[in-house]
Nanobody, 128 residues
Framework: QVQLVESGGGLVQPGGSLRLSCAAS????????MGWFRQAPGKEREYVAV????????YYADSVKGRFTISRDNAKNTVYLQMNSLKFEDTAVYYC?????????????????????WGQGTQVTVSS
């Protein structure tokens, strides 16, 4: 049984930093691209960042580009999201996601429909 477990969320002031982790078990996701998504209250789930299977290619949403960094450690089956210069509008539940099978790298990996496995989410609240 595949499990994705996020951790690292919390309450942070504007301008602060958090590092989210996503630990995968039950399957070796090192052969697949992995993504971080988020969902704010009343809004649709949106992609934040995606990394390819060896960590050499990434996509970032324009809203987080230059502030967030996605990375992975395949030896630990873990994906990270380093979030710096956090803003009020970054407040959301953050989800880690993995596809059911690998595919060629391209813009489609930013779509929620490309992902089959989802974690339970971790809350990030940016507030003063």
């Amino acid at each position: 049984q595949v499990q994705l477990v996020e951790s690292g969320g919390g309450l942070v002031q504007p301008g602060g930093s958090l590092r989210l982790s996503c630990a995968a078990s039950g399957r070796t996701f090192s052969f697949y691209h992995m993504g971080w998504f988020r969902q704010a209250p009343g809004k649709e789930r949106e992609y934040v960042a995606v990394v390819n299977m060896i960590g050499t290619k990434t996509y970032y949403a324009d809203s987080v580009k230059g502030r967030f960094t996605i990375s992975r450690d395949n030896a630990k089956n873990t994906v990270y999201l380093q979030m710096n210069s956090l803003k009020f509008e970054d407040t959301a539940v953050y989800y880690c996601a993995g596809p059911q099978r690998d595919s060629a790298w391209g813009p489609h990996v930013t779509r929620t429909s490309d992902y089959y496995y989802w974690g339970q989410g971790t809350q990030v609240t940016v507030s003063s």
